[in-house]
């Protein structure tokens, strides 16, 4: 496989950024008029392809993050338990104390001081916590799509029954316009 130079090279570096062709080929140098279909000539390339390949398995090997990875990741979110958290009345229990789990993947957490009186007469009454959670059902979602569960996909239905020699007069008419 012959090494990259130029605008190629710096498009496959650009695309690994966000996985984005047409922003990748932006960023390389490439007209932004031209962007998207530029983005698909290189996508389409052999050897684009090739070093994108190339790239991204050195990627998931130096970072150890693959789909088992990704995997075990969603896993742990769909098995957190709030009463990991929780006293019996409510009460957080101390941080040190939350699973490595909760202190991973909580998405939020608001303390808001809740104050009695007003002027030199207020005085502090108490805390209030709050705390975001994942979206488990977004969860459930990407775990589905992970491990092929259909009930998150669109249902789309395709009339396959198309004879042999209706196919070959299109492609015979698509012929004829090249």
Known sequence: MAELTGKRALFVDEYLIDLNGTQAAIRAGYSERTANE????????????AQLQKRMKDREQRTE?????VLKRLVEIDQLDVLD???DDMSFKPLSEWPKGWRQYLVGFDIAEMFEGSGDDRSMVGLM???KWPDKVKNLELLGKHVNVNAFRDQ?????????SERMAKARERASKD
């Open 38 to 49: 530029q983005a698909s000539r290189l996508l389409a390339n052999v050897s684009v392809q």
């Open 65 to 69: 993050i693959n789909a088992d990875y």
């Open 85 to 87: 958290i929780l006293q």
């Open 129 to 131: 916590k709050k705390i």
């Open 156 to 164: 789309v239905s395709v009339d396959v029954n198309v004879s042999l």
